[in-house]
C-alpha cells in the first residue's frame, strides 16, 4: 500500500497516479485525508498544503481550494477504482497503539488492503472466523446464530493469534542468527541485521494480532436476513460486538497466564474512545484489564479474505455475495446433445457445448434446502434461475444491487467494534455518477469509517463483469440506424506512400457513420480543396448501391462527383467497407481506431493508408484528443516515445525538441 497526506503540495499528482495503469503496477494506493481537509471540502474552503507535511517550518506551502484537490479523487475512484481514502484523523483517534507513540507505536501507513494500520517494522497477522459455522438450522424458520459455541472459538482463537506472534518470533530469531553467523564483513550485513532487530522488538513489545471475521453474507442469508437491511446492520455488529468482547476477555486472560505486552499503561488508555465503548457494555472487563493488563496491543480487523473465502466456499469479510450464479460451457461429443434435459450451444465450426450453470455456494445450498436435487439443478434455465434467486434469502443482496447507503452504514455499524480497520468495497454500477462517489466518502467520514473504497464497474480492465453484462454482450444484436439518402460528410487528405489521398468521412448525428478513400487525381484532385459536403447514395444501373459526393462551389452551384468507390484499390475498398460496418453499429470511435491500428496491412512507414484513415478519423474524437497519456499534439496518435532523450511521434514525426 502506497500512501501519502493529502497535505502533500504533491498530493493531487499522487491520486493521478494509476490512470496510467502502467506506471505504478504491484501495490495499491490511498490518501490520507485528515478532518481540516474534510471540512474544507465541506464548506468549500481553502486547504493548506505543506512540505515537511507538519513541519513548523515547512520548505513549501500554498493554499489550495479543497475541491479541486476533492475533485481529483473522485475522478480517479470513478476511472480506476484508486485511490482510496484513509480518513486519517479517524485512524489515530480510534487507534489504541498510537498511544504507545513514544514506544514506536505511532501509525504511519496500512497493510495493502488497508485493514491494518501500522507503525514501522511491525507485521500484518491475520486470522477470519466463518460465521457461517456458527448459524444452526441454516435456511429454515428456527435458523439462529450460536452465541456459546462463537464465545467459545473467540477465546480459542485469539490464543491461537498469540501463538501466531511466538511462531513469528522464533522465525525471526533464526533469521538474526544465520545474518550473523554469515561470513560477511559487519559493515555488510549492518543493514540487514538493523532490521530484523527492529521487527523482532516490535513483535516482541507489542504482539500485535489480527482475528477478524468471513462469510457475513452467507450468514445473514442462512439466517433469513437480507444483506443491507436493518436487522441486517442489528445483527453483524452484535456478532462484531461478541468478537471484541470475548477477544479483549481471552487477551486478558493470556496476560495473566503469559505476562501482558510490555509496554502496557493503563493510564496511557484511560478516555480512548473503543475503551469507552466497552466499559458501556462490560464494565468489569474494562476494570479487569486495567488492573491486570493484555497480552496484546491491539487484535482485530476486517480483511477481504479473498483467497480464504473461495477456500471456504463462503462469501468473503463482510461482503455480499458477488454473483448467485453463471453459466459455463464444456465441449461434449455430440452423441451426448439428444438428451433432452442439458442446454447446448453450437459454435461456428459445429462443435457442441454443453451449458450449465456455477452456482455461489450458498445459493446452492439454499436450492437443495428447498427440496432440488443436485442433478436436477444443473439443468435449470435462465427463467427458473432467475425466479428462485427472486424466493431465496439471497434476493436483491448481490454486491452489485446493494444500496451504497446500507454498505456504508452497516461498515460504521462494525468499525465502532475493530480496534484495527475495516477492508471493504462499495460496488457501482458503470452508470454511477462521479457525484456519488463523493457523497459516499463523505458519508464514510461523517459516520466514523476508518477509509473506503470504490468499484465502478468496468472502471478497471480484468475485473469480473456482471452476469447482467455478460448477457448483454452475449444476446444484444445491434441494429444500425437507417441510412438517409443524403449523408453531411468532411473531407480530409493525407499522404499514401508518395500519392495524395483523401478521405470522406459521413456523419450522422455528429459521428462517423461511413468512410470512402481514393486517390487524389483526376477527377478526385478537385477534392483537394473541398472541405465538407454531402454523400448521396442511390441505385445503379446493376442494382448496387451507388454513392456520390456533392459539394457547393465558391458561387453556390452544386458540383457532383459520380461513383466515390471508382478510384479505389481492390483491397482498400474492402477495408474501408469493413471500417465503415463498424461504424455503423455504433462501437466506440478509439476502439476503431485501436482495430485499424492493429490491421496488417502496409508497412512501417509514416505516409500509409492506415495512418492516414486513423489520422481522419481522430479528427471526430472530442477535442482532437487520443484518450492517452502519450498523444500526439500534432497528429493526436497515441505514439509519443522517449527517443535519444526527446519526446518524438513514431507516426508523424513530430519532435518536442525541435
Same mark, same amino acid.
Given at each position: 500500500?502506497?500512501? +501519502? ?21 504491484? #501495490?495499491? %494506493? ?14 468549500? /474552503? ?8 507538519? &513541519?513548523?517550518?515547512? +520548505? ?7 475541491? =479541486? @484537490? ?6 480517479? #475512484? ?5 485511490? /482510496? ?6 485512524? %489515530? ?62 477465546? @480459542? ?19 538474526? =542468527? ?15 541485521? *538493523? ?71 493503563? =493510564? ?85 457445448? *454443453? ?53 456504508? $452504514?452497516?461498515? &460504521? ?34 459516520? /466514523?469509517?476508518?477509509? @473506503?473504497?470504490?468499484?465502478? =464497474? ?20 445491434? @441494429? ?9 460528410? #468532411?473531407? +480530409? ?103 485499424? *491500428? ?15 484513415? $486513423? ?8 477535442? /482532437? ?14 505514439? +509519443? ?18
Amino acid at each position: 500500500m502506497l500512501t +501519502l497526506m493529502v497535505k502533500h503540495p504533491e498530493a493531487v499528482s499522487f491520486a493521478n497516479a494509476k490512470r496510467n495503469t502502467t506506471d505504478v503496477t504491484g #501495490a495499491n %494506493i490511498s490518501l490520507k485525508l485528515d478532518d481540516a481537509f474534510m471540512l474544507a471540502v465541506q464548506d468549500d /474552503g481553502l486547504y493548506l498544503q505543506e512540505f515537511p507535511v507538519n &513541519s513548523s517550518a515547512p +520548505l513549501v506551502s500554498k493554499e489550495t481550494k479543497a475541491r =479541486e @484537490i476533492w475533485q481529483e479523487i473522485i475522478e480517479g #475512484a470513478w476511472k480506476s477504482a484508486e485511490p /482510496g481514502v484513509i480518513f486519517w484523523d479517524t485512524i %489515530i483517534r480510534e487507534s489504541l497503539p498510537d498511544r504507545y507513540a513514544e514506544e514506536g507505536f505511532q501509525t504511519v501507513s496500512t497493510n495493502p488492503c488497508g485493514e491494518i494500520p501500522l507503525c514501522p517494522y511491525d507485521s500484518c497477522r491475520l486470522m477470519a472466523m466463518n460465521l457461517t459455522g456458527y448459524v444452526k438450522d441454516s435456511f429454515h424458520s428456527e435458523a439462529y446464530f450460536d452465541f456459546d459455541l462463537f464465545k467459545q472459538h473467540v477465546r @480459542i482463537a485469539l490464543r491461537l493469534m498469540d501463538d501466531l506472534v511466538d511462531l513469528e518470533l522464533e522465525k525471526i530469531n533464526r533469521i538474526i =542468527e544465520k545474518v550473523e553467523k554469515d561470513t560477511e564483513p559487519k559493515h555488510y550485513k549492518r543493514v540487514e541485521h *538493523e532490521l530484523w532487530i527492529k521487527i523482532k522488538e516490535k513483535c516482541e513489545k507489542g504482539r500485535r494480532t489480527g482475528l477478524g471475521i468471513t462469510g457475513l453474507g452467507d450468514m445473514l442469508a442462512s439466517l433469513g436476513i437480507k444483506y443491507g437491511s436493518e436487522e441486517s446492520i442489528t445483527v453483524a455488529e452484535q456478532v462484531q460486538t461478541t468478537l471484541l468482547v470475548e477477544a479483549y476477555r481471552s487477551s486478558i486472560q493470556l496476560g495473566k497466564e503469559r505476562g501482558v505486552f510490555p509496554v502496557f499503561d493503563a =493510564e496511557k488508555e484511560k478516555g480512548h474512545p473503543l475503551i469507552n465503548r466497552i466499559r458501556r457494555i462490560d464494565p468489569e472487563l474494562v476494570k479487569d484489564m486495567a488492573l491486570n493488563g493484555r497480552r496484546n496491543i491491539s487484535m482485530l480487523t476486517i480483511a477481504p479474505t479473498g483467497s480464504t473465502s473461495l477456500l471456504s466456499q463462503t462469501t468473503s469479510g463482510i461482503e455480499p455475495a458477488f454473483r448467485l450464479y453463471y453459466s459455463r460451457r464444456k465441449k461434449v461429443n455430440d452423441a451426448k446433445s439428444g438428451k433432452s434435459n442439458q442446454h447446448y450451444f453450437i459454435d461456428d465450426n459445429g462443435d457442441t457445448y *454443453e451449458e450449465y450453470a456455477v452456482f455461489h455456494h450458498g445459493f446452492r445450498k439454499w436450492l437443495e434446502h428447498q427440496g432440488y436435487q443436485p442433478d436436477e439443478i444443473k439443468t435449470f434455465n435462465k427463467k427458473d434461475l432467475l425466479r428462485l434467486l427472486e424466493e431465496s434469502p439471497y434476493a436483491e443482496a448481490s454486491s452489485d444491487q446493494i444500496d451504497w447507503r446500507a454498505k456504508v $452504514k452497516l461498515q &460504521s455499524a462494525l468499525q465502532k467494534w475493530v480496534d484495527h480497520s475495516i477492508s471493504v468495497t462499495v460496488n457501482l454500477p458503470e452508470d454511477t455518477p462521479q457525484a456519488m462517489i463523493s457523497q459516499i466518502y463523505i458519508d464514510a467520514w461523517k459516520q /466514523g469509517c476508518k477509509g @473506503i473504497t470504490v468499484y465502478r =464497474e468496468g472502471s478497471r480492465a480484468g475485473i469480473l463483469v456482471s452476469e447482467k453484462k455478460l448477457d448483454q454482450q452475449d444476446f444484444l444484436e445491434t @441494429i444500425p440506424p437507417k441510412r438517409p439518402v443524403e449523408l453531411e460528410a #468532411a473531407v +480530409l487528405r493525407f499522404k499514401n506512400n508518395e500519392k495524395n489521398w483523401v478521405a470522406v468521412v459521413g456523419i450522422y448525428h455528429g459521428k462517423p457513420y461511413e468512410i470512402f478513400t481514393g486517390r487524389a487525381e483526376d477527377s478526385f484532385s478537385i477534392l483537394e480543396s473541398v472541405d465538407k459536403g454531402k454523400v448521396i447514395k442511390s441505385k445503379g444501373e446493376n442494382g448496387k448501391n451507388r454513392y456520390d459526393f456533392q459539394y457547393l462551389d465558391n458561387d453556390g452551384y452544386k458540383v457532383t462527383i459520380e461513383g466515390l468507390s471508382r478510384t479505389f484499390n481492390e483491397e482498400y475498398w474492402n477495408y474501408a467497407k469493413l471500417i465503415s460496418g463498424i461504424l455503423r453499429h455504433g462501437m466506440p470511435l478509439k476502439y476503431v481506431i485501436e482495430m485499424i *491500428e492493429d490491421l496488417y496491412l502496409d508497412g512501417q512507414t509514416l505516409n500509409t493508408w492506415r495512418n492516414g484513415v $486513423k489520422r481522419a478519423l481522430l479528427q471526430f474524437i472530442p477535442d /482532437g484528443t487520443v484518450p492517452t497519456d502519450n498523444a500526439c499534439p500534432h497528429c493526436k496518435q497515441a505514439s +509519443l516515445v522517449y527517443q535519444e532523450s526527446c519526446l518524438q511521434c513514431s507516426q508523424c514525426g513530430y519532435s518536442k525538441c525541435g
